[in-house]
């Protein structure tokens, strides 16, 4: 589709082909009525990519995350991640992608409230097998690089809603994925805090070549990343070089 997409590498973070995904209701009568969300989406993800998709609300943008998060499976069409074909994957691999592999931060923060913002970092660790004080002594160093080790033992209803995203940042970040899916990550935050945490994923990027990919429906958030996808009625429709992004940076 796109000249993005034709400049990438032979060995992509994300590939997915002809990718086409449906669901299936019985109405009042008993008859099956079939929805389909995604049309024939290809789509190809370098390692170190920061990409921004928008669209409006059912666009299949959520529906696209939720396949590349290994949380729903396409109808149709293949997906690979880092050279795996994931259609092919038992319930317990697909399970360790999502540990090890993929870094999730949510619009709702999606802390556990009875812990601490320690224990939160590291639950994927205790998950993954880590010892429960290796497991806190790593978390504690990933709240230090976020600014959060002084509210290492509040619990998420002490936190303001900026620090608990950073909490949800940390934890994402815990196992190295080399990949983090964040779905709305700022549509609970203020302006100001918005634009920090931003900046927080910008630096991940930059500086340790995390690919990011975030669903957002803002502009200001989506200038950002420096590849814009657009979804429409389970199209892509724009596949780009996010010029907003660079003549932002050029000016900052």
């Known amino acids: 589709m796109s000249s993005i997409q034709a400049t990438h ?15 299936s209701l019985q ?15 290809n789509l190809t ?3 170190g990519e920061f990409v921004a998709i928008m669209g409006h609300s059912g666009s299949g943008k959520s529906t696209l995350m939720n396949i590349l998060g290994c949380l729903d499976t396409p109808t149709s069409g293949s997906y690979w991640l880092s050279g795996r074909n994931v259609a092919a994957l038992s319930s317990n691999e697909l ?35 880590v010892n429960r004080a290796n497991s806190r002594k790593q978390a504690l160093e990933f709240l230090r690089r976020t600014g959060l080790e002084n509210f290492a033992m509040h619990q998420p209803n002490q936190l303001s809603g900026g620090q608990q995203q950073r909490v949800a ?11 983090i899916l964040a779905d709305e990550p700022t549509g609970n935050l203020d302006t100001q805090t918005s634009s920090e945490i931003m ?3 910008e ?8 690919t990011i990919v975030l669903v957002t429906h803002e502009d200001d958030i989506a200038a950002y990343a420096k590849r814009l996808i657009r979804l429409k009625d389970g199209h ?6 996010n010029t907003v992004a660079t003549t932002l940076h050029e000016v900052t």
């Open 95 to 129: 399970a360790h992608v999502r540990n090890q592999s993929i870094g999730f931060v949510f619009q709702g923060f999606n802390l556990l409230k009875r812990m601490t913002a320690l224990d939160n970092v590291a639950t994927p660790l205790l998950y993954a097998g």
């Open 199 to 201: 900046l927080l994923f």
């Open 236 to 241: 892509i429709i724009v596949d780009k070089n």
């Open 45 to 47: 993800i370098n390692q």
């Open 169 to 179: 940042i940390s934890r994402a970040l815990i196992n190295h994925p080399p990949l």
């Open 203 to 210: 630096q991940l990027n930059r500086d340790q070549g995390i």
């Open 9 to 23: 590498s032979a060995n992509p973070l994300i590939q997915i082909e002809n990718l086409c995904k449906s669901y």
């Open 27 to 41: 109405d009042a009568n008993g008859k099956t009525i079939t929805t389909q969300v995604l049309f024939n989406i």
